[in-house]
Nanobody, 122 residues
Framework: VQLVEAGGGLVQDGDSLRLSCAAS????????VAWFRQAPGKERDLVAA????????NYADPVKGRFTISRDNSKNTVYLQMNALKPEDTAVYYC????????????????WGQGTQVTVSS
């Protein structure tokens, strides 16, 4: 599975962005997908995850109520809608995929995109 993220950019505090993760190569609907982020000098952290069907989702506490993960398997794409962005959301955002159920540990994801930068200015 090849993953390509898009949608990052420079926004102001309180703005919104929608990231997309487009997949190719295999039957994407068989894969759970997660978004991780990594800020400079920090570890890569889970942001949100979604199961293969799109029914089950999981969010990190800092983004609950502000971010929404969704998927459209007919388009082989997963989205991350980010609202009410804060400067602390600044990071490189990566999507990752794995077969079976989603997990919160990044090392258990086999496929990764190249990342997209999100910068939120105050």
């Amino acid at each position: 599975v090849q993953l390509v993220e898009a949608g990052g950019g420079l926004v102001q505090d309180g703005d919104s962005l929608r990231l997309s993760c487009a997949a190719s190569g295999r039957t994407f609907s068989n894969y759970a997908v997660a978004w991780f982020r990594q800020a400079p000098g920090k570890e890569r952290d889970l942001v949100a995850a979604i199961d293969w069907s799109g029914v089950i989702t999981n969010y990190a506490d800092p983004v609950k109520g502000r971010f929404t993960i969704s998927r459209d398997n007919s388009k082989n794409t997963v989205y991350l809608q980010m609202n009410a962005l804060k400067p602390e959301d600044t990071a490189v955002y990566y999507c990752a995929a794995r077969q079976r159920s989603f997990v919160t540990t990044d090392t258990l994801y086999r496929y990764w995109g190249q990342g997209t930068q999100v910068t939120v200015s105050s």
